[in-house]
C-alpha cells in the first residue's frame, strides 16, 4: 500500500495543534481529521523535539542549566513560572529546590588555605615520626625473637643452667 503524503499546509496546522502547552489529543485529532493515529504520534514526536531542543530531563540538567533556569524564572510570576516549567519539562517543585541550592551555595565555609597547608605538614611529620618509631620496635622485636631463639637452642645443646 503506498504512503500516503500530505500538504505542507495541513502539516503545519497540525504542527501547532499538537504543539505544547495547549496541544490537542492526538486520538481526537486522528478522528477529526481522517489521519492514523500513528502518523499524527511521530508528527507529535517531531513537535516537542523542535517545540524544546533545551527540554531535557531534570537530573540530565547540568548545574550551569540549572542556575540558568533560576536566573529567567527569577522575575516572573508564579502563573509565567509554571509556564516556564511545562516548556522545559520540569517541575515547579524541581525549580524551587534549584532555587535553595542557588541560594544557599555560598552558605558553606571554607578554611584557610595556609592552615590546612600547615595542618598537613604537621601531620605529614607526625607520621613520619611514628613510622621511624615502628621501625625501631620491629628491630627491637626481631632482636628479641633471635636471642629467644639462641637461648633455647643453647639451653637444649648445653642444658638448662636452672637445674644445676
Same mark, same amino acid.
Given at each position: 500500500?503506498? #504512503? /500516503?503524503?500530505?500538504?505542507?499546509?495541513? /502539516? $503545519?496546522?497540525?504542527?501547532?495543534?499538537?504543539?505544547?502547552?495547549?496541544?490537542?489529543?492526538?486520538?481526537?485529532?486522528? @478522528?477529526?481529521?481522517?489521519?492514523?493515529?500513528?502518523?499524527?504520534?511521530?508528527?507529535?514526536?517531531?513537535?516537542? @523535539? $523542535?517545540?524544546?531542543?533545551?527540554?531535557? /530531563?531534570?537530573?540530565?540538567?547540568?548545574?550551569?542549566?540549572?542556575? #540558568? !533556569?533560576? *536566573?529567567?524564572? !527569577?522575575?516572573?510570576?508564579?502563573? &509565567?513560572?509554571?509556564?516556564? +516549567?511545562? &516548556?522545559?519539562?520540569? %517541575?515547579?517543585?524541581?525549580?524551587?529546590?534549584?532555587?535553595?541550592? +542557588? #541560594?544557599?551555595?555560598?552558605?558553606?565555609s571554607f578554611?584557610?588555605?595556609?592552615? *590546612?597547608?600547615?595542618?598537613?605538614?604537621? /601531620? #605529614? %611529620?607526625?607520621?613520619? @615520626?611514628?613510622?621511624? &618509631?615502628?621501625? %625501631? @620496635?620491629?628491630?627491637?622485636?626481631?632482636?628479641?625473637?633471635a636471642l629467644?631463639?639462641?637461648?633455647?637452642?643453647?639451653? !637444649?645443646?648445653?642444658?638448662? %643452667?636452672? &637445674?644445676?
Amino acid at each position: 500500500m503506498p #504512503q /500516503k503524503t500530505y500538504s505542507k499546509k495541513l /502539516k $503545519e496546522s497540525v504542527f501547532k495543534r499538537l504543539a505544547p502547552p495547549n496541544a490537542e489529543k492526538v486520538p481526537d485529532l486522528a @478522528k477529526e481529521l481522517n489521519i492514523p493515529v500513528n502518523t499524527l504520534y511521530t508528527w507529535r514526536a517531531k513537535v516537542l @523535539k $523542535e517545540s524544546s531542543p533545551t527540554s531535557k /530531563k531534570s537530573r540530565k540538567w547540568t548545574s550551569k542549566d540549572k542556575f #540558568q !533556569a533560576v *536566573l529567567e524564572t !527569577a522575575s516572573l510570576s508564579e502563573l &509565567e513560572t509554571s509556564k516556564y +516549567c511545562r &516548556e522545559k519539562g520540569i %517541575h515547579v517543585e524541581e525549580l524551587k529546590n534549584w532555587v535553595k541550592q +542557588c #541560594q544557599n551555595a555560598n552558605d558553606t565555609s571554607f578554611e584557610d588555605p595556609k592552615e *590546612l597547608k600547615d595542618s598537613l605538614k604537621n /601531620k #605529614q %611529620h607526625k607520621i613520619k @615520626k611514628l613510622q621511624k &618509631e615502628l621501625r %625501631h @620496635k620491629e628491630k627491637a622485636l626481631a632482636e628479641t625473637a633471635a636471642l629467644l631463639v639462641l637461648r633455647k637452642k643453647a639451653d !637444649a645443646i648445653w642444658g638448662d %643452667h636452672e &637445674e644445676e
